[in-house]
């Protein structure tokens, strides 16, 4: 059947606007669809990449959070450590000045002593130039020259005790200004942790005190016992607590410097 000029044209027309408006779009549709189905990949990606960095920064919060509690944690230590220190160099200070404050007490108790020593022999030379001159009342009266001469021996020996005392309390006031003793360990409450004991009846036991000193070829401090007497004799700590039978060193000079027997 022979289509009329009208169909003709009809199904021209229809032809061209398929080919110049239909499949255009179509092609464009096919576009938009690659365009859509790549960003959603990127999308994707970058949701994964997200969720990675979310989780990245939960374990780096995680930490900064553990660093802090360690910081403050060291600082705590820190400052109960600087306590610890300070507290433990104030109690060795305490038991040097205790230590210190015996010998000023024995020190000015000897020049009290030679003091009261002096005076009998001032009293007793008195005495005894005045009985010279009793008795000699008769004889020849001395010279000026010999008085003046009996005056400075009387004197003389006067000085020598008093600079004697002067010299004791100067070596305590040298050792406690100087603060040149060695380090004193802990001190019982009454101050005296062990005595010797007496070799004779009647005699006074020598007290000891513990102090902490280096022993000869030593690097470390120990604990040793310390008479307090003008001998200032060093023994060993035994493991029971007693102190050794024989002294191994002693203390000698103004700073108290361990001398160690052979």
Known sequence: MQRTPIEKSISTLIETLVETVVEPMNNRHTEIENILKSVMDKVEFNTKCLAE?????????DSLKE??????????????????NLSKQLSERENE???LTKRLTKMENLVENQKEEMKHISENITLSVSTVSTDSS???IPSENEATEATEATEAVEAEKLHSGNEAVEEACEIVEAGEIVE?????ETGSVSS???ETEGEEEAELIEIMLKPKGEKKKIKFYVTEDDDREIYTVLENGDP?????G?????????????
Request: net charge negative; aromatic share 14%.
């Open 67 to 84: 660093v802090s509690e360690l910081k403050e944690e060291f600082t705590n230590y820190q400052k109960v450590s600087i306590v610890t």
């Open 250 to 262: 002693k203390l000698v000079g103004k700073g108290n410097r361990p001398h160690w027997y052979e």
């Open 244 to 248: 050794s039978d024989d002294p191994i």
């Open 53 to 61: 960095y979310a989780d990245k920064f939960t374990k780096f919060s």
């Open 97 to 99: 000045l205790k230590f």
């Open 138 to 140: 008769n004889e020849e």
């Open 196 to 198: 010797l004991p007496s």
């Open 184 to 188: 004193a360990g802990e001190i019982g």
